[in-house]
């Protein structure tokens, strides 16, 4: 089996962003078992490099090669360079360092990365540059963002309250957009077709719904946004269940070792 495996409140915790039980070990397991695995994350707020640097400080094993973020495919999705950016204001640094210009009077597109404190004042702006034609496109579809112990709404369901408000389509770069998924297999040694790939994340809709279309095997854990399932499985079709749902990585890492996942 091939693995997708997302990174905060998966692999690292939402609140001090530190390894979660059993995270270190079974990316060292499937390292020593010679295992085709990609981590995909949707880090928005540093450099790629950067942020995979700061995962193999914490003791993570992951090469350059084993890793995809949002980021890395920005080119590939925008080839519009005039955009008003949205968000964290590391992310909003970061985007201008790869290149693009900050246009908040007419952009031709905007771009929406994660924040807690949105305000009314920047969804109003956001409303006007759709409605006079710039394009929405969300760096990732996320669910829910937590930090702090909280949760607040992901750019995903920002992307569809601006979506209703203007009737306005928009574009996502990271996951769960095919184009995103597509490229993580591209990046497996071993080709495979996506019914091969198992995906394991906390973001049940933001990650996991858009992976089970593709035909990937699912691993909902409850070590990030949700601490039971009946926080989300309640609210969805049982068509859309995960296959497997467990506590942490630790938990993934006895039913791999079972040969169960």
Do not use: C
Not at 73 to 96: N, R, T
Request: net charge neutral; glycine share 6%.
């Amino acid at each position: 089996m091939t693995y997708f495996i997302d990174v905060q409140g998966t692999l690292i915790d939402d609140v001090n962003r530190k390894p979660i039980s059993g995270a270190i070990e079974f990316i060292d397991t499937l390292n020593k078992d010679n295992k085709d695995y990609i981590v995909i994350t949707n880090n928005t707020k540093q450099d790629s490099l950067v942020f995979l640097s700061y995962l193999q400080s914490l003791g993570f094993n992951i090469n350059k090669d084993n890793y995809l973020d949002p980021l890395m495919v920005l080119d590939e999705v925008i080839s519009i360079k005039k955009i008003a950016v949205y968000g964290h204001p590391s992310f909003i640094e970061v985007i201008e360092q790869k290149g693009y210009e900050l246009d908040y009077k007419t952009p031709e597109a905007i771009l929406i990365g994660i924040k807690p404190d949105f305000t009314n004042e920047e969804f109003a702006q956001m409303i006007d540059f759709i409605i006079n034609g710039a394009k929405l496109i969300g760096m990732h579809e996320t669910s829910v963002y937590a930090k702090n112990n909280k949760r607040y709404p992901g750019v995903g369901a920002i992307l569809k309250m601006l979506s209703y408000a203007t009737g306005a389509n928009y574009s996502v770069v990271g996951k769960p957009s095919i184009p995103f998924y597509k490229k993580a297999k591209e990046l497996l040694k071993t080709k495979k077709d996506f019914t091969n790939i198992t995906i394991i994340s906390d973001d049940m809709k933001g990650d996991l719904l858009g992976a089970q279309y593709l035909g990937m095997k699912s691993v909902f854990v409850l070590s990030g946004k949700f601490k039971t399932k009946d926080e989300i499985l309640p609210y969805l079709k049982k068509s859309d269940y995960p296959n497997m749902v467990m506590q942490n990585m630790a938990e993934v890492l006895k039913w791999y070792q079972k040969g169960e996942v």
